[in-house]
């Protein structure tokens, strides 16, 4: 499928987060430091959305063959969590760890995933998940498309390989458009693909064989100036919810119904 | 130039709603604002962005930018921050702007706050203040002091002015002469949903249902209750997951923002990331089996109970009561 006639190279980003699903009586903000405070006792998830990028670049190895790297940065990683890609099916993982890679902003992000990239070299596509839940900042592929010169294409739902390029529909609010662009290119993954496949028992035995390669700030040569976050965080807190519900209720269920009704008429809402 | 410049954009051929909202939000930051149109035949455009508000408009033209490419767009938007200097850049939180504003804000070595739900001054500093954690949390923040300082706004959040025909603007034609060579990924081809009925989007009553429903026929209820409401149907992000509705009626932090008068959350359990697209609405009705749900936290109205027992007689009592 390359220009050389190889296989296909995939490279996977992934982001670890906390639990979008925490609940909302758990999610906690450290006003000291400004950041989230992760709930006792739940554990860390690969970004929804990165599932679904890995899940497409299962489905390209599934169809025309492929391998596959997950490629992941952070200041410390749950090796658990981190080593669900590689159940699913995923061949390989990186990790660009350092203690200067904790809370990076997209641009300092972007740098250092440009940087693994450079170094590991020779991918044909680079998938990316539309967005992280925790800042929601959606800029990170971007970054990495222009540090590298790529096409991009985001909020993809469907991804298929034409000769030397990619053809993408991309997920709009009322339909789709269908994007083409040549390889090697940058395609961000929306849930609208599909839901990403289970991890299988053959895969979490293979997954736990394999070791992941490591990359240190100086193995990636990255200059501490641009890591540096160029937004300033004036303060985080959790909005106010001022619960004023007046709850409905009637004689039995059909009741209520009809009660409700009448009430919304009172109001003059219907 | 220093002041806002607003990424203007169209739907069918007029200044977007989105575009109306930043320009109010722009007088109320700066000094002038000025609002960039791209492509051709864009003189009704601009006499429109005029009505809204605007001071200048920036005409830019160039022959890749007839076909609405993006790749196009951004370059050809780049160029112009480059030739004009704006201290402030707001772009609308769409589907191109989503595109814009990172590419703009990389290529600037700009500062670029995403999903704002609000913009101030600040002792002469711009400050915004965004939705992250899905809206479980509200982020402040401030911009570096180089280069524009970019902001991408949630819609309808600002109200936008009231059209004024008389007003005028400066046009300012501009033309980047771009290199085909800008175009790295192309859309060939888009393909619309036609949505029945009420928009969802303009909606002044919203019915929407969740993973609660248990599948796709209670839709038919909510549709039903949607017409005697002269409504539209919504959905959360796990009922258009589970395949029952198409992703077009999804509402939330991903999906589309809707700002009615009465929103109907039937099995909605109201993540904040579903909230991040109707929190919006003046009034929010619940029915939940689950009294602790969190959608009852911003409801006005609720029913604690099993949708199969109530909705039934909600519907037909509201048809009586919308008789005549
Ligand atoms: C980055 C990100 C973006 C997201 N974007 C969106 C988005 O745009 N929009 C969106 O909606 N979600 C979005 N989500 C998903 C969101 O977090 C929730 O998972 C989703 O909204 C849940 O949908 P739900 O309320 O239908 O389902 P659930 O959370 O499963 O809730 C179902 C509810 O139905 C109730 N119920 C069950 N049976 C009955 C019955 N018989 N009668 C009455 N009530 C009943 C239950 O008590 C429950 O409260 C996003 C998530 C992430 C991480
Ligand atoms: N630290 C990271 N490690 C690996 N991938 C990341 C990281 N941060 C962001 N990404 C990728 O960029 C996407 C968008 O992230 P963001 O721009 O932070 O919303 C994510 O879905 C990931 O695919």
Redo the contacts between chains.
Sequence with gaps: MTSSGAQLKILVCVKQVIDPETPLSAFKIDPGTKRVAPAAGVPPVVNGFDENAVEAALRLKDSVGAEVTVLSMSDSFAMDVMKKPLSMGADALVLAQDSQFRDLDPFASAYVLAAAIRKLDGFDLILCGRQASDWDNAQVPTGIAEMLGLPLVTVAQKLDLASGGIVVERALPDGYEVVEAPLPALVTVSNELGEPRYPTLRGIMAAGKKTPTTFSASDLEVDPARLAPRMHLLDLAVPPRDSKCEFISGENEADTGRQLALRLREAKLI | MSGVLVFGELTDGHLSGTTAELIALGKQLGESVAVALFGGNMAGAADEAAAYGADRVHLVEDPLLVDGQK?AIIAAFDSLCREVSPDIVLIGKT?LG??VG??L???LHA?????CVSLEMRDGKL?ATR??????????????EQGPRIAIVRGKVYEPLAPDASQTAEIVKFEPKLDSSVI??????????E?QGVRL?DADVVVSGGRGLGGPDPFAQLQELASL?KGAVGAS?AAC?AGWLD??YQVG????TVTP??YIAVGISG???HMAGCSGAK?I???NKDENA?I???????????WK??????????RE??KS
């Design positions: 790749d589907p989503l595109d990172p590419r804000a990389f290529r500062g670029l706050a995403q999903d400050v939705s992250v954690y899905g809206g479980n949390a509200l982020a402040t923040v401030g911009f570096p790295k990924a192309k859309t060939v081809q888009v393909v619309k949903r949505s989007d409401l992000r997951d992703h077009s932090l991903t999906g589309k008068n009465l993540a904040s990331q009034n009705v619940a029915i969190n009852f936290k911003e409801a006005r109205y609720g029913v604690v109970g099993d027992g109530v909705l039934s007689s909600f519907i037909e009592t509201v009561l919308t």
